[in-house]
C-alpha cells in the first residue's frame, strides 16, 4: 500500500524534501484492558525510516500518512544524529504540531506549511490555527521553533513549566497527577504530565487512533534520566502511563527516536549515525508495564546496563551520556 500527499501546484518543497515511504499495514496489538472502545481509526507505518545509511540521496525529511489525518515525519540522521520524530494531527479548527526538530536545518516549517495548506484543500477547511506545542523543550525539539514563529494564525507554545502549563489548562497545584483535555475540533486529544526526563515533558493520547505519543520517556532506545532528583518522576509517569494504558486502548506507543537495532537488546550507543539494521518506532503497549517493573527491580540505585528486549534505562547521572549500553 502506498502512502499519498495531494499537493498543491507550485509546492516542490515537499518532492524534494519528502520521502512519502511504502506502506505496512499496521496490525493492532491486543490493548492492556479488556474494556470495550470504539475501534481505532486505521493507519500505517513505512517499513523502514530514513536512517542515515544514504546520505547521498536522503531527503532532510522522511514524510508518511499515519492515515490522512495523522502524519509522522522523521528528520534525516544526515541533518543531525538524534533523528527525531514530529506528528502532525489534525482537528477540523486545528492541526497539532508534536516537536520542531533538530539543528540540521531540515525545513519542518515549510514541509508542515504544506501539509496543513494541502489538507486544508482537500477538506474544504479554512483559518485552520495551527499549534506548535513540544513533548519536552530539549533542542532536539524545539531548534525549527522560529520557524513557525512569523506564520499566520500560528501559535507556538513556550518551553517553561509555567508555559506549558498555562496553555494547556493544567492547575499547577495538580502537576504531574493532573490529566487534561485539548480540542483540535471534532478531535480531543489527552494531555499527560510526565516529567523525569524533563520537567515540562508531556504525553498525548489520540483516542481515535489510539496511539501515545511518548516523548522521550518511552521510545526504542535510551530512556535517558539526567539527574537523581527525576529518577522518582519518572518511575511514576510511567506508573501514570501503564494505568492510563489500563483503562484507554493503547494500539501503539510512538516516541520520538529509535536508538535500537532490529534485534531484542540491540541497544545502540548514543551518537550513533548511522542504523543500517534500525527496529521500527512502533512499540506494543506492554512495553509500559516491562519498563515499569524494570524500573522497580532498580528501587532507589539504577544502574547502568539494564539493557532489555526494547530499552534501556539510562540514568545519566551513574553512567554518562554514553555509558547506557
Known sequence: MSSRIWLPTGFLVLALWGVIARSVAAGPPAPLSPAAHPPAAPGTFPPSWIAGVNCSTDPKIQMHAYNDDLWILRQSKCTHFESPFVFVIFGLEKVLVIDTGAPGDPGFGEAVSGLVESWSEKNGVTDLE???????PHSDHIYGDPEFAGLVNTTVVGHSLSQVQSFFGFDPGQWPEQQVTYDLGGRTLDVLATPGHHPASLTFYDSRTQLLLTGDIVYPGHLFIFAQSQWDDFKDSIERLLHFAGTNPVEWVLGCHI?????????????TSAHPDERVLQMRPQVLKEIHDTAASMGNNPVCGNVQDDFVIHPVYVCGITGGC
Open 130 to 136: 495551527l499549534i506548535v506545542a513540544h513533548s519536552h
Open 259 to 271: 536508538e535500537w537495532t532490529s534485534q531484542p537488546g540491540g541497544c545502540l550507543s548514543w551518537g
